[in-house]
């Protein structure tokens, strides 16, 4: 028996040295976990929110920090999002039934409202000066596979209307409205 206990005693002692070790190296682990940064994305900023991107949803927090509300829940936003200019509103795409698709919902919470419905999918990329109209990216009208701008009205209503440029994959209008940056 006394050759047995001498034969494992440097194995038993070993592990009564190591596990306090790796308890505390697991416990460091979790904690390093805990606090890592997460990959928050596409920040829009209104006066008193910062909206974001995380895990393909949109989540809102206030402009001096705190806990951050999901706003959706659909976990399919492809675009945005894009604070209004008066900061009520969050415009983004999202992919579902099949198709992408503009939409708006309240920047304070609320139930999502679908822009546009064409089957050649609509990715927003900002707001009108005014915040009457979405800009947004679509190849409803092209004869090939490129995108144009269009404004579409943010109430839903009517059909959205090319912007005179023949193509672009993202665009901005100054603060007066009269002119648009786009690529």
């Not at 990959?39 to 995380?54: G, N």
């Not at 809102?60 to 999002?81: F, I, K, Q």
């Amino acid at each position: 028996m006394n050759r047995v206990y001498s034969r494992f005693a440097p194995v038993l002692l070993a592990l009564l040295v190591l596990l306090p070790i790796l308890a505390v190296a697991q416990a460091t682990q979790a904690a390093a976990t805990a606090t890592a940064p997460l990959l928050l994305r596409v920040p829009s900023l209104s006066q008193d929110k910062i909206a974001f991107r995380y895990a393909d949803d949109i989540w809102t927090v206030s402009r001096n920090g705190g806990e951050a509300e999901r706003l959706t829940a659909n976990g399919h936003v492809t675009n945005g999002p894009f604070f209004s200019p008066d900061g009520a509103w969050i415009a983004y795409s999202a992919h579902l039934n099949g198709n992408t698709d503009a939409y708006i919902i309240p920047a304070a919470g609320g139930v999502p409202k679908r822009i546009t419905w064409h089957p050649a999918g609509s990715a927003v990329v900002g707001w009108s000066p005014d915040g009457k109209d979405l800009m947004i990216l679509s190849s409803a009208l092209s004869y090939r596979h490129f995108a144009r701008l269009f404004l579409a009205h943010a109430d839903g209503t009517g059909v959205p209307q090319p912007l005179p440029l023949s193509s672009a994959n993202e665009g901005s209008f100054s603060p007066d409205g009269k002119s648009i940056a786009y690529q």
